[in-house]
């Protein structure tokens, strides 16, 4: 994990501050823009996206969409068509889909949300292309996070971005178009945030989000609050957050309440008892349906990006996170999270999770070992 300095890295709250700040980029852009998303909705918010990318390639920018065969599975053939013939070019990652096949080549997918524009604005977090309000079965609005950089931290950004397009395309036998641009050296803005682009790729990237989540936690001191849509760590992760607790540092964990996923929700509940055991404070959001994959560590280090801290994230899909140093982001994100807690949140206590029901706890574990057993089927192992 490498920091660079002299970023501009603007936190964007929900789609309500991230999707006018994407369309304007797109708006602005002279050369290239590479869009990764798992889920690609044409909703209201879809369509204006799927609008701002058909202008600009029709005024000669160079734009590749990228979207996840599985994630994007129900996205109508006449829309992508649309996109194409108005000079968007369009891949799906991994466009065959078997949900009963454990081989790891068809689970691997395109989890990534990150937007690259002329190699000098990025957007990577959380959000699909999808409405806030588009939640089915759940209450609205979506809440989750992305990130806006400028600064160094492009160059790489922009060289990854390019080459997911670039090995899709040799995948799929076509020939990928090239814009010819050339990255330069990026301005260093004086704000001087630090921060370190992860990926979690099936090459030599395979545990890097995870190995940056563990460094920072092992090198908490005050407080660590973890927001994640999806949680069921590994043994590693579970005893860095068991260890900082026994130390002393105050861990939090926002997660969801309301059931996308019945296997992982049982599963993650598995861990209840042993997490409240070791003095880690549990969360369930219940206001609204919550996205977020984001952590802040003692108020100046912020983790946002795509990755939740499950097995699918951490050991399977291709992933795209950004970690910060500075305090003024850090404060704000974790002013936003305590303020989510505090206004739409129950706390789980060990005195309310044993009223919890027999079956209930029983399904829990059944749903975990599953989960354990089919991360074994497909391969994955903990050691380093």
Not at 6 to 24: C, D, H, K, S, V
Not at 367 to 380: D, P, Q, V
Request: with cysteine; hydrophobic share 45%; aromatic share 12%.
């Amino acid at each position: 994990m490498h920091f660079i300095a002299g970023n501009q890295i603007t936190l964007l709250r929900n789609g309500t501050e991230y999707f006018p700040a994407l369309i304007a980029a797109i708006h602005s852009a002279k050369y290239e823009i590479y869009l990764q998303t798992y889920i690609y909705e044409p909703d209201q918010t879809g369509l204006q996206v799927g609008e701002a990318l058909m202008q600009a390639a029709q005024r000669g920018v160079y734009v590749f969409l990228l979207l996840d065969g599985f994630g994007c599975r129900n996205l109508s053939k006449s829309y992508v068509q649309l996109l194409s013939a108005s000079g968007v070019d369009v891949l799906f990652f991994r466009p065959k889909i078997s949900p009963w096949t454990l081989k790891r080549s068809r689970l691997r997918r395109l989890h990534s949300k990150l937007t690259v524009i002329d190699g000098e604005t990025a957007f990577v977090g959380g959000i699909n292309i999808i409405d806030d309000y588009n939640t089915p079965f759940h209450i609205p609005p979506r809440i989750d996070y992305a990130v806006k950089v400028n600064g160094p931290l492009l160059k790489s950004m922009h060289v990854h971005a390019k080459s997911i397009w670039v090995r899709t395309c040799q995948r799929q036998l076509k020939m990928p178009r090239n814009s010819q641009l050339i990255i330069r050296d990026q301005h260093l803005y004086a704000s001087a945030m630090q921060a370190a682009f992860l990926i979690r790729d099936n090459v030599r990237h395979r545990k890097d989000i995870e190995n940056a989540y563990l460094l920072v936690i092992g090198s908490a001191q005050k407080e660590i609050i973890v927001a994640n849509a999806y949680f069921l760590p590994g043994l590693r992760f579970l005893h860095a957050l068991y260890d900082a607790a026994e130390r002393g540092v105050s861990v939090v964990l926002l997660l969801q309440k309301h059931t996308e996923y019945r296997l992982l929700d049982f599963a993650k509940r598995a861990l209840y008892r042993a997490l409240l055991n070791k003095n880690v404070q549990i969360y369930e959001y219940y206001k609204s349906f919550m996205h977020s994959k984001v952590a802040v560590i003692d108020s100046q280090i912020t983790m946002v990006g795509s990755s939740n801290i499950d097995p699918f994230s951490l050991f399977l899909s291709l992933e795209s996170n950004v970690l910060i140093q500075n305090k003024k982001l850090g404060a704000q994100l974790e002013a936003h999270l305590k303020q989510a807690i505090d206004e739409g949140a129950t706390a789980i206590t060990l005195e309310n999770w044993y009223y919890y029901s027999y079956i209930g706890r029983l399904f829990s574990w059944l749903a975990y070992g599953l989960i354990k057993c089919m991360t074994g089927l497909i391969g994955y192992s903990e050691k380093p």
